[in-house]
């Protein structure tokens, strides 16, 4: 099992540029999330599915998309980009909530 | 909404010294705690977890109980060492996403 694979590992963006995140799983776990992760804030859940079709807004939704067509892949949409959003994004998936969480090695954004 | 509150970073220590990362949290119901550690370059991995007041998760060494009473989950480990240098985050869930706290770096210095 590959578990959570995330690609690109970097990217490097101007502003305004629109890019996807990609995220897939092997484990057929219905629950996926993304977070961003930045100096001195943890990790702050963007959006998250708890199933194919099924998605729902995390903490910090504004500026990205997410859509859910199939169990395993689960692509974050930065729409315009801005320099606000540079940070390591990190992929998730989960059988439930209460479940061990699998992260994938994160993408590594840089807007400028 | 629920929360989690842990001790500040760094925290440097000398190899085989005694660790306690201080962990709180707010919740309405009764979630799942876990601590998840992130080392150097990747992503977070589960360390351990507790589902229900006064479990105590385990692994590697390090452990967590679950304290309904005072609503901590401290994470210990009785001798560390220099592989245990990582970022660690305590978090929970009440059937909900993941709430992590802001996360305790660690570094052991032989």
């Known amino acids: 099992n590959a578990g959570v694979t995330q690609t690109p590992k970097f990217q490097v963006l101007k502003t305004g540029q629109s890019m996807t995140l990609q995220c897939a799983q092997d484990m057929n776990h219905e629950y996926m999330s993304w977070y961003r992760q930045d100096p001195g804030m943890g990790l702050r859940l963007i959006h998250y599915s708890v199933g194919a079709g099924i998605t729902d807004q995390g903490e910090v939704p504004n500026g990205y998309n997410v859509s859910r067509s199939t169990t395993e892949d689960f692509p974050l949409r930065l729409l315009s980009a801005a320099p606000s959003q540079t940070s390591v994004y990190f992929c998730?998936?989960?059988?439930?909530?209460?479940?061990?969480?699998?992260f994938g090695p994160g993408t590594r954004l840089t807007v400028l | 909404g629920d929360s989690v509150t842990q001790m500040e970073g760094p925290v440097t220590l000398s190899e085989e010294a005694f660790l306690t990362i201080n962990c709180t949290y707010t919740a309405t119901g009764y979630p799942s705690l876990f601590w998840y550690v992130q080392y150097p370059g990747e992503g977070l991995q589960l360390l351990l977890k507790a589902t229900k007041a006064d479990d105590k998760g385990s692994n590697k060494g390090f452990e967590a109980t679950y304290r309904k009473e005072t609503t901590s989950f401290h994470l210990e480990k009785g001798s560390v060492q220099v592989s245990d240098s990582a970022v660690y985050f305590c978090a929970l869930s009440d059937r909900t996403p993941l709430v992590f706290g802001k996360g305790t770096r660690l570094s052991v210095i032989a």
């Open positions: 998730a998936s989960m059988r439930d909530f209460s479940d061990t969480q699998y």
